[in-house]
């Protein structure tokens, strides 16, 4: 059965909403309220070199209800200036502070201060609740949350680069030493691996 088609709230249900516990935004600021959202600000100074990217966070923390569903926008002045967000959504039942990564498509060094609105975040009531909230990996994050895919792979070269050294170490280095070691002695004894002169 499909439910009612997904609403986005407005000020005053964001305002309902808290109240009622089913979004949480701590801490929460009137100030950073917008007619249809809530702009999240930077936790820390940055600044992007142009053509870069860099891994940032909010200072506050978010938690939907399996009810809700969060849209992230970057705000249009950063936008103007050539900031360039990889917005992902947020899942009904996420918990924690948002890591955003940031791109300076500009060819001007950008600075955001901290504690300076930079994303927005629009919430939509789903037409049904969810079955099951968001389990990913990044659930109760804190601070800037790396790539935990990137960590898997470095790790994977790491373990393939400890079992090449064990090889290296155990078949490689002394099946070499092996063979220089036969060749300079078979070289030494065999009279035919020896130079011949012809004095004529």
């Given at each position: 059965?499909?439910?009612?088609?997904?609403?986005?709230?407005?000020?005053?249900?964001?305002?309902?909403?808290?109240?009622?516990?089913?979004?949480?935004?701590?801490?929460?600021?009137?100030?950073?309220?917008?007619p249809a959202?809530?702009?999240?600000?930077?936790?820390?100074?940055?600044?992007?070199?142009?053509?870069?990217?860099?891994?940032?966070?909010?200072?506050?923390?978010?938690?939907?209800?399996?009810?809700?569903?969060?849209?992230?926008?970057?705000?249009?002045?950063?936008?103007?200036?050539?900031?360039?967000?990889?917005?992902?959504?947020?899942?009904?039942?996420f918990r924690?502070?948002?890591?955003?990564?940031?791109?300076?498509?500009?060819?001007?060094?950008i600075k955001?201060?901290?504690?300076?609105?930079?994303?927005?975040?629009?919430?939509?009531?789903?037409?049904?609740?969810?079955?099951?909230?968001?389990?990913?990996?990044?659930?109760?994050?804190?601070?800037?949350?790396?790539?935990?895919?990137?960590?898997?792979?470095?790790?994977?070269?790491?373990?393939?680069?400890?079992?090449?050294?064990?090889?290296?170490?155990?078949?490689?280095?002394?099946?070499?030493?092996?063979?220089?070691?036969?060749?300079?002695?078979?070289?030494?004894?065999?009279?035919?691996?020896?130079?011949?002169?012809?004095?004529?």
């Amino acid at each position: 059965m499909i439910g009612r088609p997904a609403v986005v709230l407005s000020d005053v249900e964001i305002l309902s909403a808290l109240k009622a516990g089913i979004i949480k935004i701590v801490p929460f600021h009137k100030n950073c309220l917008n007619p249809a959202g809530y702009d999240l600000r930077l936790k820390n100074t940055v600044i992007i070199e142009p053509g870069i990217q860099e891994l940032v966070a909010t200072i506050e923390r978010v938690e939907l209800d399996l009810s809700v569903v969060g849209f992230l926008n970057i705000r249009s002045s950063l936008a103007r200036e050539g900031v360039i967000g990889s917005l992902a959504l947020v899942d009904p039942g996420f918990r924690g502070q948002l890591t955003i990564a940031l791109f300076n498509a500009s060819r001007q060094r950008i600075k955001i201060k901290k504690g300076e609105r930079f994303v927005q975040i629009t919430f939509a009531k789903l037409g049904g609740r969810a079955k099951r909230g968001y389990i990913g990996r990044y659930q109760d994050s804190e601070g800037i949350a790396k790539s935990l895919r990137l960590a898997r792979s470095l790790n994977s070269v790491k373990k393939h680069r400890k079992c090449y050294r064990v090889i290296q170490e155990l078949v490689i280095e002394p099946t070499t030493s092996s063979i220089r070691r036969n060749f300079f002695e078979t070289g030494l004894t065999n009279p035919r691996s020896q130079v011949q002169v012809d004095d004529n």
